[in-house]
């Protein structure tokens, strides 16, 4: 029992550790969720290198247990350094604030960062392999080790969401599982054979001091220490996590600027007063009689303000983020309390989708204040599928409006496929679209042919006759914005892309992708170049590729050399390509239906983890008969798993459109987690009884593959072709492996 206890806190350690530093990681990333793959990825790599290097350096250790200890300390001193670091991370890469990291900047510098945290947990992994080996002997230690760890992950992953992350900041969490890891040091070091003894007390003095830090008033001290230092310059007044994400409140000279996940979304009492006023007026003053009016993130800081200034008679403001609310509220100014306290404005506390997908109310105009799609949760707001929630909630002749970055002299190509593409969308849903080019374009759609027949003098005279006193947008403002010109302009600029721009769907964000495009495009042009590369990828292309690679491979298993040892690895290393794939598909279509998976990472992560161990111990606890009887299991495994990859398209339409409760859609993502862990976690066991070897190595393989799928899956499958396509695509490779495994491995000898 003191053993599975080791092993569980060994579990539950990496999945807390993991999910704080990505939890950070997303707010020095701006809050890209493509992001999450990379960093996953990272994580499984490191944990590869980790595990292969301490199993070929304490393979045949006589005193595992001392080595297990070492790296055990090592990681509890490890884990708020990374943590430190992490908030640090822009000046250690010298990115400077409202610089942003490409994606190649995210791999690197996240590779770094975790190196020292990943890399020793993985080697744990390794060492209890071998603790379980010298104690009880046996080829199931590798089951053993693996599903008791995971199962740990669940029991992290569970406390992390509901009891750490609502009540304490992440230097206190990780204070106290340092802690806990050094005091388990001492319970590995009291069951050895011959323990250290200069270690055991250092651990046990250590475990007090660093307790007494996470329960003290010093890990208050070390967290507002760090935050200044991630915002160096700055005056940091509130630095807070909700279910959505990080709320940060900078001031600087009596100006307050109000960061979601780092992005600055508000600012006040003085705003960006061509962009508040340019979509409020030309959205306005498009409709004759604006009594009703929603406004969908951004509203406080400004455009709550201009809109105010027209016949509304009421005006409902959602933010994507309730805690943002509260932050204007702890933060008055005389700007943003004369907006939230007009007695038209009803402010609800609820993520905007989720208000326009259940209100029954309908109104004149909607504006969308969010400025860009730049990751997924904002991204909600600019899709097919929402632009249609939005049309339903229109009156007659009512319209919706929004705006993007843009250009009066040239637009960058990823920045043109960006307006395009929501263009198209809108366009595909609205009857009519009118773009209003400029520095920033703004896009008013409506099923009404009005916004088409926009004139300059109309809303000029409408301008006059609301009593309108504006500094930016006047009669002058409105007749340069609406020259023909601009608009032939805007056409050409966007003539070239259109084919390739695509539609922005909830499954299928091309909007994030142009976005990220534009983004490396600025800071990072290597990452520039492999995205172009990338995006000429296609799933009947990756299909002729992968058979190619197939044939080739048992071509040459058949006619030079035999690969009868490499099939095995290959289809682990698959599978775990497979899992982190499924893992990210959960955890996108999760944040594109609720927007708050900055709470759920852990849990969902968690879960798949569960699916794993269960299955895992399930398998390894079934005594092997045959070496045919495992093939035949291993390769029926290879079956479902393609099986399972073909059907989790059609599975994330259904809970796209299921009219079944929130809870139950959000449980039914839980069961697909456990189902994809538990199939891809019961192939491990098979897969150590059919090479009859050490499980570290096939262990690394696993590991590989979840990186590769971090990475190739997370950065560019599913930007690039979607979720429904790179599930596809990880049936074909999976298709693959099984047809390599069937053929390659052979079914005689004994287990």
Request: hydrophobic letters at 55%.
């Amino acid at each position: 029992m003191t053993f599975i206890a080791v092993l569980l806190v060994l579990g539950a350690s990496g999945l807390v550790g993991q999910i704080l530093l990505l939890r950070e990681l997303l707010v020095v990333f701006s809050g890209n969720e493509l992001s999450i793959g990379i960093v996953l990825g990272n994580w499984l790599v490191l944990e590869a290198l980790g595990c292969f290097l301490a199993g070929r350096i304490w393979a045949r250790s006589e005193r595992p247990a001392l080595a297990f200890a070492v790296c055990q300390a090592f990681f509890a001193a490890a884990l708020p350094a990374a943590l430190y670091a992490a908030r640090m991370l822009r000046d250690l890469c010298g990115v400077a604030q409202g610089e942003g990291f490409g994606v190649a900047a995210m791999l690197v510098s996240s590779l770094l960062l975790l190196a020292c945290v990943s890399a020793p947990h993985g080697a744990l992994f390794a060492l209890a392999c071998r603790m379980r080996l010298s104690g009880r002997g046996g080829p199931g230690a590798g089951g053993f080790v693996y599903g008791w760890e995971t199962l740990g992950t669940l029991a992290g992953g569970l406390i992390l969401t509901f009891l750490l992350i609502p009540r304490f900041h992440s230097f206190r969490i990780v204070l106290a599982l340092s802690s806990l890891n050094l005091l388990f040091c001492l319970v590995v070091l009291s069951g050895a054979a011959r323990p250290g003894r200069s270690l055991g007390p250092a651990c046990g003095l250590g475990a007090l001091a660093v307790a007494a830090l996470a329960f003290g008033p010093a890990a208050d001290s070390v967290h507002w220490r760090s935050v200044r230092r991630q915002w160096t310059g700055h005056e940091v007044v509130l630095y807070e996590n909700s279910v959505y994400g990080n709320v940060t409140v900078l001031q600087d000279a009596g100006q307050f600027t109000f960061l979601a996940d780092g992005v600055p979304v508000v600012t006040a009492p003085v705003p960006d007063l061509e962009f508040v006023e340019e979509l409020a007026h030309f959205a306005l003053l498009a409709h004759p009689n604006p009594r009703e009016v929603l406004v969908l993130s951004g509203g406080a800081g400004g455009l709550l303000r201009e809109t105010l200034k027209h016949p509304a008679a009421r005006v409902d403001y959602a933010e994507l983020d309730p805690l943002l609310l509260a932050a204007l509220a702890r933060f008055p100014t005389p700007l943003t309390e004369s907006e939230l306290k007009d007695p038209r404005v009803v402010v609800h506390e609820v993520d905007g989708r989720l208000l326009v997908k259940t209100s029954q109310r309908r109104y004149d105009v909607i504006l969308i204040g969010a400025p860009r799609p730049s990751n997924l949760a904002v991204n909600r707001l600019f899709t097919r599928e929402f632009f249609a929630l939005a049309r339903s909630r229109l009156k007659a002749g009512g319209l919706l409006a929004f705006s993007l970055p843009g250009s009066t002299a040239f637009m960058e190509k990823n920045l043109a496929r960006l307006n395009s593409c929501l263009l198209q969308t809108a366009a595909g849903v609205f009857g009519h679209v009118r773009p209003i080019p400029g520095d920033r374009n703004l896009f008013l759609a409506s099923d009404s042919d009005a916004i088409v027949r926009l004139d300059a003098g109309v809303l000029a005279r409408r301008l006059r006759e609301r009593r309108i006193r504006t500094g930016f947008v006047g009669g002058e403002q409105l007749a340069f914005r609406l020259e023909d010109q601009w608009t032939r302009m805007l056409r050409d600029f966007l003539a070239p892309v259109r084919a390739e721009a695509g539609i922005n769907r909830d499954f299928s964000p091309r909007a994030v992708l142009h976005d990220l495009a534009n983004w490396n495009a600025m800071f990072s042009p290597p990452a520039a170049r492999l995205s172009a590369w990338a995006e000429a990828l296609t799933l009947p292309r990756l299909a002729a590729f992968l058979a190619a690679l197939t044939l080739a491979l048992l071509v040459f298993h058949f006619r030079v050399r035999s690969l009868s040892g490499a099939a095995v690895p290959a289809a682990i290393a698959a599978t775990g390509f497979g899992g982190m794939v499924y893992n990210i598909s959960l955890t996108f279509a999760f944040q594109a239906l609720y927007g708050y998976v900055y709470l759920w990472i852990g849990l969902l992560v968690s879960v798949f983890m569960a699916g794993a161990a269960g299955a895992s111990l399930w398998v390894g606890s079934v005594p092997p008969v045959t070496r045919v009887s495992t093939r035949r299991a291993f390769i029926a495994l290879e079956v479902a798993l393609v099986l399972f990859s073909a059907a989790l398209p059609m599975t994330f339409h259904w809970l796209a459109r299921s009219p079944l409760a929130d809870r139950l859609l959000q449980g039914a993502f839980l069961v697909l987690c456990l189902m994809s862990g538990g199939l891809t976690g019961a192939q491990f066991p098979l897969a150590c009884r059919l090479r009859d070897c050490g499980p570290a190595g096939l262990y690394s393989c696993d590991l590989l593959g979840g990186w590769l799928g971090g990475i190739v899956g997370g950065a560019v499958l599913l930007p690039v072709l979607g979720l429904e396509a790179a599930c596809l695509c990880v049936a074909l490779l999976k298709l693959c492996s099984l047809a390599l495994t069937a053929l390659a491995v052979p079914p005689e000898g004994a287990a």
